[in-house]
């Protein structure tokens, strides 16, 4: 993150920066270290010390925080408590969106899926086949030259479904169902 410090009427030494720093790192980490950029005026006004502090987190999100007192510690950590509420907002709305849809298009899904069925593999349908009727050996030549591992055909001379494969030998199995 890059850090910029300004004092108005104020020396920023280094017990000051480090305190700034210290307070920042803490910061980043609610943000998951998407803060890009980080902006602190320092200024004195009579009396009082005025921290006003301004985070750019991704996504043109401003996280702004002003802290008022009579010492920098209690003046910084109400400025970086007032951004850190905003920092935990914005992370919760993070999450939310990275959990999936919500409302009427959750809904909609909730509709739309099936019902689960009992444990065990799941069937994921891959592709639809056109069954040809060919011969077994058109068959084996078409999966000699493809690189597919099977082929879906209807025996020409049978007219039943048949299916041949690459076996793990390199040999060509041919399935065909009993009648």
């Not at 104020?10 to 790192?25: A, C, G, M, S």
């Not at 991704?58 to 905003?86: C, E, N, Y």
Request: proline fraction near 5%; charge should be positive; charged fraction near 30%.
């Amino acid at each position: 993150m890059k850090l910029l410090v300004t004092g108005r009427n104020v020396d920023i030494t280094p017990p000051l920066r480090q305190l700034i720093e210290r307070k920042l790192t803490r910061l980043d980490r609610v943000l998951n270290d998407s803060a890009v950029s980080a902006q602190v005026i320092l200024r004195m006004e009579k009396y009082r010390r005025v921290a006003d502090v301004t985070i750019h987190a991704r996504g043109d999100h401003m996280l702004h925080g002003v802290g008022t007192g009579t010492q920098w510690p209690s003046s910084f950590k109400q400025a970086i408590d007032k951004i850190g509420q905003q920092a935990r907002r914005l992370r919760t709305r993070w999450d939310k969106r990275k959990r999936g849809p919500s409302g009427a298009r959750a809904l909609a899904a909730e509709a739309a899926a099936p019902e689960p069925v009992a444990a065990g593999p799941r069937i994921i349908r891959a592709a639809r086949y056109v069954v040809k009727p060919m011969s077994v050996e058109d068959a084996a030549l078409r999966v000699e030259s493809s690189a597919d591992k099977f082929i879906v055909f209807r025996n020409a001379s049978s007219d039943t479904v048949n299916i041949m494969y690459r076996r793990k030998d390199g040999n060509l199995g041919l399935i065909e169902p009993e009648c």
